[in-house]
Protein backbone atom coordinates (compact mmCIF):
# COMPACT_ATOMS: atom_id res chain seq x y z
CA UNK A 1 0.00 0.00 0.00
CA UNK A 2 1.15 3.73 -0.84
CA UNK A 3 0.63 6.14 1.94
CA UNK A 4 -0.76 9.97 1.35
CA UNK A 5 -0.06 11.64 4.80
CA UNK A 6 -2.95 14.61 4.64
CA UNK A 7 -1.22 17.03 7.14
CA UNK A 8 2.82 16.44 7.63
CA UNK A 9 2.58 18.25 10.86
CA UNK A 10 3.59 16.74 14.27
CA UNK A 11 1.49 13.20 13.86
CA UNK A 12 1.70 13.13 10.27
CA UNK A 13 5.68 13.80 10.36
CA UNK A 14 6.29 10.88 12.91
CA UNK A 15 3.61 8.36 10.99
CA UNK A 16 5.22 8.99 7.79
CA UNK A 17 8.58 9.15 9.02
CA UNK A 18 8.60 6.06 11.02
CA UNK A 19 6.99 4.02 8.14
CA UNK A 20 10.07 5.38 6.02
CA UNK A 21 12.16 4.68 8.25
CA UNK A 22 10.91 0.72 8.83
CA UNK A 23 11.19 0.30 5.01
CA UNK A 24 7.84 1.24 3.42
CA UNK A 25 9.15 2.92 0.50
CA UNK A 26 5.67 4.57 -0.96
CA UNK A 27 4.97 7.66 1.87
CA UNK A 28 3.64 10.84 0.42
CA UNK A 29 3.66 13.46 2.64
CA UNK A 30 0.90 16.51 2.06
CA UNK A 31 1.48 19.86 3.23
CA UNK A 32 1.04 23.66 3.05
CA UNK A 33 3.29 26.48 2.90
CA UNK A 34 6.77 27.24 4.97
CA UNK A 35 6.27 23.48 5.83
CA UNK A 36 5.58 22.12 2.31
CA UNK A 37 8.80 24.33 1.08
CA UNK A 38 11.15 22.83 3.91
CA UNK A 39 10.42 19.46 3.21
CA UNK A 40 10.60 19.51 -0.56
CA UNK A 41 13.78 21.40 0.06
CA UNK A 42 15.67 19.83 3.19
CA UNK A 43 13.69 16.57 3.84
CA UNK A 44 11.72 15.94 6.88
CA UNK A 45 13.76 15.80 9.78
CA UNK A 46 12.63 13.18 12.71
CA UNK A 47 13.93 13.77 15.96
CA UNK A 48 13.62 10.96 18.42
CA UNK A 49 15.57 9.36 21.10
CA UNK A 50 17.02 6.71 18.81
CA UNK A 51 18.80 10.02 16.72
CA UNK A 52 18.09 12.50 13.96
CA UNK A 53 16.56 10.69 10.80
CA UNK A 54 16.23 12.62 7.82
CA UNK A 55 14.00 11.52 4.89
CA UNK A 56 13.72 13.04 1.63
CA UNK A 57 10.07 11.88 0.95
CA UNK A 58 8.01 12.74 -1.84
CA UNK A 59 5.85 15.68 -1.29
CA UNK A 60 2.63 17.49 -2.71
CA UNK A 61 0.99 20.90 -1.79
CA UNK A 62 -2.36 18.81 -2.64
CA UNK A 63 -3.64 16.08 -5.02
CA UNK A 64 -3.25 17.13 -8.42
CA UNK A 65 0.49 16.43 -8.99
CA UNK A 66 -0.35 12.86 -8.14
CA UNK A 67 -2.62 12.83 -11.02
CA UNK A 68 -4.78 9.23 -11.38
CA UNK A 69 -4.42 8.02 -7.55
CA UNK A 70 -3.64 4.16 -6.74
CA UNK A 71 -6.22 1.70 -6.10
CA UNK A 72 -3.90 0.44 -3.16
CA UNK A 73 -3.81 4.02 -1.69
CA UNK A 74 -4.49 4.92 1.90
CA UNK A 75 -5.22 8.10 3.10
CA UNK A 76 -4.01 9.35 6.23
CA UNK A 77 -6.15 12.08 7.49
CA UNK A 78 -3.44 14.31 10.00
CA UNK A 79 -4.72 18.03 9.71
CA UNK A 80 -6.61 19.39 12.54
CA UNK A 81 -10.30 19.23 12.76
CA UNK A 82 -10.90 22.53 11.47
CA UNK A 83 -9.27 21.79 8.34
CA UNK A 84 -10.82 18.68 7.54
CA UNK A 85 -13.72 19.71 5.66
CA UNK A 86 -11.43 21.37 2.80
CA UNK A 87 -9.09 18.68 2.62
CA UNK A 88 -11.63 16.08 2.13
CA UNK A 89 -13.02 17.82 -0.67
CA UNK A 90 -10.15 18.22 -2.15
CA UNK A 91 -8.91 14.38 -2.18
CA UNK A 92 -12.61 12.88 -2.07
CA UNK A 93 -13.49 13.48 -5.75
CA UNK A 94 -10.01 12.77 -7.35
CA UNK A 95 -10.14 9.37 -9.62
CA UNK A 96 -8.62 6.15 -8.68
CA UNK A 97 -7.28 3.69 -11.23
CA UNK A 98 -9.63 0.90 -12.10
CA UNK A 99 -12.54 3.54 -12.15
CA UNK A 100 -14.31 5.63 -9.43
CA UNK A 101 -13.00 8.28 -6.74
CA UNK A 102 -11.20 8.00 -3.81
CA UNK A 103 -13.82 8.98 -1.51
CA UNK A 104 -15.73 5.62 -3.28
CA UNK A 105 -12.85 3.46 -2.71
CA UNK A 106 -9.86 4.19 -0.82
CA UNK A 107 -9.61 4.11 2.98
CA UNK A 108 -9.44 7.40 4.76
CA UNK A 109 -7.54 7.04 8.58
CA UNK A 110 -8.84 10.27 10.80
CA UNK A 111 -5.77 10.44 12.74
CA UNK A 112 -7.09 13.30 14.14
CA UNK A 113 -7.81 14.61 18.27
CA UNK A 114 -11.69 14.71 18.38
CA UNK A 115 -14.34 12.89 17.44
CA UNK A 116 -16.26 15.09 14.61
CA UNK A 117 -13.90 14.24 11.85
CA UNK A 118 -14.90 10.83 11.57
CA UNK A 119 -18.50 11.69 11.30
CA UNK A 120 -17.22 14.54 8.32
CA UNK A 121 -15.91 11.81 6.49
CA UNK A 122 -18.49 9.39 6.23
CA UNK A 123 -20.75 11.62 4.79
CA UNK A 124 -18.66 11.09 1.31
CA UNK A 125 -16.21 8.67 1.99
CA UNK A 126 -17.63 5.25 1.98
CA UNK A 127 -14.45 3.31 3.58
CA UNK A 128 -13.37 5.41 7.23
CA UNK A 129 -11.14 4.93 9.46
CA UNK A 130 -10.69 6.11 13.51
CA UNK A 131 -7.44 6.15 14.89
CA UNK A 132 -6.84 7.30 18.31
CA UNK A 133 -3.37 9.03 18.32
CA UNK A 134 -1.53 8.70 21.64
CA UNK A 135 1.47 10.28 20.06
CA UNK A 136 3.40 13.10 22.16
CA UNK A 137 4.94 15.11 19.14
CA UNK A 138 6.67 18.53 18.31
CA UNK A 139 5.88 20.51 14.77
CA UNK A 140 6.61 24.13 15.69
CA UNK A 141 10.14 24.85 12.77
CA UNK A 142 9.15 23.97 9.71
CA UNK A 143 10.80 20.65 8.05
CA UNK A 144 11.50 19.22 11.56
CA UNK A 145 9.36 16.69 13.80
CA UNK A 146 10.13 15.99 17.45
CA UNK A 147 8.67 12.41 18.57
CA UNK A 148 10.54 12.18 22.05
CA UNK A 149 9.10 9.04 23.54
CA UNK A 150 10.76 5.82 24.18
CA UNK A 151 11.01 2.59 23.28
CA UNK A 152 7.94 3.63 21.11
CA UNK A 153 7.31 6.82 19.71
CA UNK A 154 3.80 6.20 20.22
CA UNK A 155 0.15 4.40 20.13
CA UNK A 156 -2.37 4.36 17.61
CA UNK A 157 -5.46 2.26 18.34
CA UNK A 158 -7.60 1.68 14.80
CA UNK A 159 -10.58 0.71 13.51
CA UNK A 160 -13.66 0.86 11.45
CA UNK A 161 -16.08 3.84 11.83
CA UNK A 162 -18.57 4.23 13.49
CA UNK A 163 -17.15 0.30 14.42
CA UNK A 164 -15.96 -3.09 13.72
CA UNK A 165 -12.27 -3.84 12.05
CA UNK A 166 -11.31 -5.77 9.02
CA UNK A 167 -8.29 -6.93 6.98
CA UNK A 168 -7.49 -3.30 5.75
CA UNK A 169 -7.08 -1.87 9.56
CA UNK A 170 -5.04 -5.39 10.27
CA UNK A 171 -2.93 -4.15 7.20
CA UNK A 172 -2.26 -0.69 8.21
CA UNK A 173 -1.17 -1.78 11.88
CA UNK A 174 0.99 -4.38 11.00
CA UNK A 175 3.05 -1.41 8.74
CA UNK A 176 3.04 0.96 11.14
CA UNK A 177 4.30 -1.43 13.85
CA UNK A 178 6.84 -2.24 11.78
CA UNK A 179 8.22 1.36 12.80
CA UNK A 180 8.20 2.09 16.26
CA UNK A 181 4.28 2.17 16.38
CA UNK A 182 2.25 0.57 18.32
CA UNK A 183 -1.54 0.13 16.82
CA UNK A 184 -3.99 -2.03 18.03
CA UNK A 185 -6.47 -2.75 16.24
CA UNK A 186 -9.74 -2.85 18.42
CA UNK A 187 -13.83 -3.19 17.13
CA UNK A 188 -14.60 0.38 19.70
CA UNK A 189 -12.32 2.73 18.46
CA UNK A 190 -14.42 5.41 19.40
CA UNK A 191 -14.37 4.52 22.77
CA UNK A 192 -10.61 5.25 22.89
CA UNK A 193 -11.07 8.36 20.99
CA UNK A 194 -13.91 9.83 23.59
CA UNK A 195 -11.25 8.83 26.41
CA UNK A 196 -8.32 10.80 24.47
CA UNK A 197 -11.01 13.87 23.80
CA UNK A 198 -11.74 13.87 28.14
CA UNK A 199 -7.61 14.29 28.07
CA UNK A 200 -7.72 16.42 25.63
CA UNK A 201 -9.95 18.98 27.34
CA UNK A 202 -6.56 20.38 28.79
CA UNK A 203 -5.28 21.41 25.49
CA UNK A 204 -6.77 24.39 25.46
CA UNK A 205 -5.54 25.69 28.71
CA UNK A 206 -2.12 24.71 27.49
CA UNK A 207 -2.39 26.77 24.70
CA UNK A 208 -3.53 30.21 26.78
CA UNK A 209 -1.49 29.47 29.68
CA UNK A 210 1.45 27.68 28.90
CA UNK A 211 2.98 23.97 29.99
CA UNK A 212 0.84 22.70 32.63
CA UNK A 213 2.69 23.09 35.44
CA UNK A 214 1.18 23.99 38.94
CA UNK A 215 -1.75 23.24 40.82
CA UNK A 216 -3.89 25.75 39.77
CA UNK A 217 -3.65 24.84 36.26
CA UNK A 218 -4.05 21.20 37.34
CA UNK A 219 -7.29 22.00 39.26
CA UNK A 220 -8.36 23.97 36.38
CA UNK A 221 -7.74 20.61 34.31
CA UNK A 222 -9.78 18.78 36.58
CA UNK A 223 -12.96 21.11 36.36
CA UNK A 224 -13.29 21.09 32.35
CA UNK A 225 -12.67 17.10 33.15
CA UNK A 226 -15.59 16.74 35.02
CA UNK A 227 -17.77 18.94 33.21
CA UNK A 228 -16.99 16.34 30.47
CA UNK A 229 -17.27 12.82 31.42
CA UNK A 230 -20.69 14.09 32.95
CA UNK A 231 -22.01 15.00 29.41
CA UNK A 232 -20.43 11.87 28.27
CA UNK A 233 -22.90 10.20 30.83
CA UNK A 234 -25.69 11.90 30.34
CA UNK A 235 -25.40 11.26 26.16
CA UNK A 236 -25.17 7.56 26.85
CA UNK A 237 -21.44 7.58 25.44
CA UNK A 238 -18.85 5.22 26.49
CA UNK A 239 -15.51 5.85 27.15
CA UNK A 240 -12.24 3.77 28.15
CA UNK A 241 -11.27 4.61 31.55
CA UNK A 242 -8.17 6.10 32.85
CA UNK A 243 -6.95 2.94 34.34
CA UNK A 244 -7.61 0.73 30.95
CA UNK A 245 -5.67 3.11 29.51
CA UNK A 246 -2.71 3.11 31.83
CA UNK A 247 -2.41 -0.72 31.47
CA UNK A 248 -2.83 -0.42 27.87
CA UNK A 249 -0.02 1.87 27.53
CA UNK A 250 2.29 0.77 30.60
CA UNK A 251 5.60 2.31 29.69
CA UNK A 252 5.48 1.58 26.22
CA UNK A 253 5.65 5.45 25.02
CA UNK A 254 7.58 7.74 28.33
CA UNK A 255 8.93 10.83 27.36
CA UNK A 256 12.66 10.76 27.00
CA UNK A 257 14.07 14.15 26.60
CA UNK A 258 16.44 14.40 23.24
CA UNK A 259 19.62 16.40 24.76
CA UNK A 260 18.07 17.66 27.35
CA UNK A 261 15.50 19.76 26.15
CA UNK A 262 12.24 19.99 27.71
CA UNK A 263 8.91 18.76 26.07
CA UNK A 264 6.98 21.58 24.79
CA UNK A 265 3.31 21.97 25.00
CA UNK A 266 0.28 19.52 22.67
CA UNK A 267 -0.96 20.39 19.29
CA UNK A 268 -3.38 23.88 20.60
CA UNK A 269 0.23 24.93 22.08
CA UNK A 270 1.76 24.30 18.75
CA UNK A 271 -0.65 25.92 16.80
CA UNK A 272 -0.49 29.29 18.88
CA UNK A 273 3.12 29.34 18.87
CA UNK A 274 3.29 28.45 15.07
CA UNK A 275 0.97 31.31 14.79
CA UNK A 276 -1.65 29.22 12.65
CA UNK A 277 -3.85 31.13 13.22
CA UNK A 278 -6.76 28.67 14.01
CA UNK A 279 -6.91 26.56 17.27
CA UNK A 280 -8.91 23.24 17.43
CA UNK A 281 -10.90 23.74 20.90
CA UNK A 282 -14.14 23.77 18.86
CA UNK A 283 -13.91 20.10 18.29
CA UNK A 284 -12.70 19.60 21.70
CA UNK A 285 -14.05 22.01 24.51
CA UNK A 286 -16.24 23.02 21.86
CA UNK A 287 -18.09 19.59 21.42
CA UNK A 288 -18.35 19.09 25.36
CA UNK A 289 -20.08 22.15 25.01
CA UNK A 290 -21.92 20.87 21.93
CA UNK A 291 -23.28 17.65 24.21
CA UNK A 292 -23.97 19.57 26.73
CA UNK A 293 -26.41 21.46 25.07
CA UNK A 294 -27.87 18.39 23.63
CA UNK A 295 -28.28 16.77 26.66
CA UNK A 296 -29.53 19.64 28.98
CA UNK A 297 -25.88 19.67 31.33
CA UNK A 298 -24.10 23.21 31.93
CA UNK A 299 -20.91 23.41 30.56
CA UNK A 300 -19.28 26.67 31.61
CA UNK A 301 -16.09 25.73 32.06
CA UNK A 302 -15.32 24.09 28.57
CA UNK A 303 -17.59 26.89 27.21
CA UNK A 304 -14.68 29.52 28.71
CA UNK A 305 -11.68 27.67 27.58
CA UNK A 306 -13.14 27.42 23.86
CA UNK A 307 -13.68 31.24 23.67
CA UNK A 308 -10.57 32.44 25.43
CA UNK A 309 -8.93 29.27 23.14
CA UNK A 310 -10.09 31.20 19.82
CA UNK A 311 -9.75 34.61 20.69
CA UNK A 312 -5.72 33.89 21.41
CA UNK A 313 -6.03 32.20 18.03
CA UNK A 314 -7.86 34.72 16.12
CA UNK A 315 -5.57 37.66 17.76
CA UNK A 316 -2.37 36.12 16.92
CA UNK A 317 -1.59 35.35 21.08
CA UNK A 318 1.48 33.22 21.33
CA UNK A 319 0.96 30.09 23.53
CA UNK A 320 1.22 31.13 27.15
CA UNK A 321 0.34 34.96 26.84
CA UNK A 322 -2.57 35.16 29.48
CA UNK A 323 -1.48 33.83 33.28
CA UNK A 324 -2.91 31.02 35.03
CA UNK A 325 -4.37 32.99 37.72
CA UNK A 326 -6.53 35.55 34.71
CA UNK A 327 -7.49 32.15 33.02
CA UNK A 328 -9.17 30.84 36.27
CA UNK A 329 -10.43 34.30 37.00
CA UNK A 330 -12.23 34.31 33.58
CA UNK A 331 -13.87 30.58 34.29
CA UNK A 332 -14.60 31.64 37.96
CA UNK A 333 -16.64 34.71 36.33
CA UNK A 334 -18.58 32.60 34.37
CA UNK A 335 -19.16 29.98 36.88
CA UNK A 336 -19.60 31.44 40.26
CA UNK A 337 -23.50 32.58 41.36
CA UNK A 338 -24.12 36.20 41.25
Not at 50 to 56: K, L, T
Not at 210 to 236: I, N, P, Q, T
Not at 257 to 275: E, F, K, N
Request: aromatic share 4%.
Amino acid sequence: MRYIIIGAGAVGGVIGGRLAQAGHDDVVLVARGRQYAALRDNGLRLETPDGPHVHRLPVVEGPEPLGVLRADDVLILAVKTQDSAAALAAWGPRPVEGGGTAAQRLPLVCAQNGVESERIALRTFQRVYGMCVWLPATFVEPGVVRAPCAPLSGMLHIGRYPQGSDETARAISGDLEKGLLEAPVVDDVMRWKYAKLLANLANSIEAVSGVLADDAAFALVARARAEGEAVLAAAGIDHTSQDEEKRTRQDKVAFDPLDGTPRGGGSSWQSLQRGAGSIEADYLNGEIALLGRLHGVPTPVNDVLQELANEAAREGRPAGATSVTDLVAAVDARTTPR
